[in-house]
């Protein structure tokens, strides 16, 4: 049971260029969400999904793009990097329901040069 | 808004001795309360999870946490640290009538275990 997968695990990108992070989960869980952890911010919500193609934004959407075309899947696109952007990027899951709990992917860490 | 606020960003504990995490959450109606710990290079892993009734409420490896609604708080505990619980820990608050995943975190407390 592979639970929430995040790949890559690591990246260094130049400013402006574009990148997917990539985001799967094996639950059959609905909702799905794009978290950022830096230093002394706790995590904050860049977008998150309530169902394949639904999506919304959270906290900081600015520089971000989400899509939810199939209920697995939930990759998170970087249009033009920014250095602003440097950041530990988390993919969480979880069943609808008020109740029911986050579970997060490892990580992506991502450096924008 | 919701907030959370974790006041203590580093705590250092001895090996065997007891810990307590603060957190103080701001939030109009019933708050949806979380702990998460992180261990380095991780994700966060679920700690425990308070949404009505008994006001303390029990966790995995032996953490504990008491929501105390007066003080709007939710501050979690363990009796006897062990090295392993070295971690950095989170509490979070959700929204009772979000539909989607509107958790705010707060900034997180880092724990360091002496030997």
């Known amino acids: 049971n592979a639970g929430v997968t995040q790949t890559p695990k690591f990246q260094v990108l130049k400013t402006g260029q574009s990148m997917t992070l990539q985001c799967a989960q094996d639950?059959?869980?609905?909702?799905m969400s794009w978290y950022r952890q830096d230093p002394g911010m706790g995590l904050r919500l860049i977008h998150y999904?309530?169902?394949?193609?639904?999506?919304d934004q959270g906290e900081v959407p600015n520089g971000y793009n989400v899509s939810r075309s199939t209920t697995e899947d939930f990759p998170l696109r970087l249009l033009s990097a920014a250095p602003s952007q440097t950041s530990v990027y988390f993919c969480?899951?979880?069943?609808?329901?008020?109740?029911?709990?986050?579970?997060f992917g490892d990580g992506t860490r991502l450096s924008i040069l | 808004a919701q907030s959370v606020t974790q006041p203590d960003i580093h705590i250092t504990v001895s090996e065997g001795a007891s810990l307590e995490l603060r957190c103080n959450y701001s939030?109009?109606?019933?708050?949806?309360l979380f702990w998460y710990v992180q261990s380095p290079g991780q994700g966060l892993q679920l700690l425990l999870k308070?949404?009505?009734?008994?006001?303390l409420v029990q966790g995995i490896k032996g953490f504990e946490a008491e929501f105390k609604r007066s003080q709007s708080s939710f501050n979690l505990r363990k009796p006897s640290v062990h090295w392993s619980d070295a971690a950095e820990y989170f509490c979070?608050?959700?929204?009772?009538?979000?539909?989607?995943?509107?958790?705010?975190f707060g900034g997180g407390t880092r724990v360091l275990v002496k030997p």
């Open positions: 939030y109009g109606a019933t708050p949806y």
């Open positions: 999904s309530v169902g394949a193609g639904i999506t």
């Open positions: 639950m059959n869980h609905e909702y």
């Open positions: 979070a608050v959700g929204a009772s009538k979000a539909a989607g995943n509107k958790l705010t």
């Open positions: 969480a899951s979880r069943r609808s329901g008020r109740n029911q709990p986050q579970h």
């Open positions: 308070y949404f009505s009734g008994d006001t």
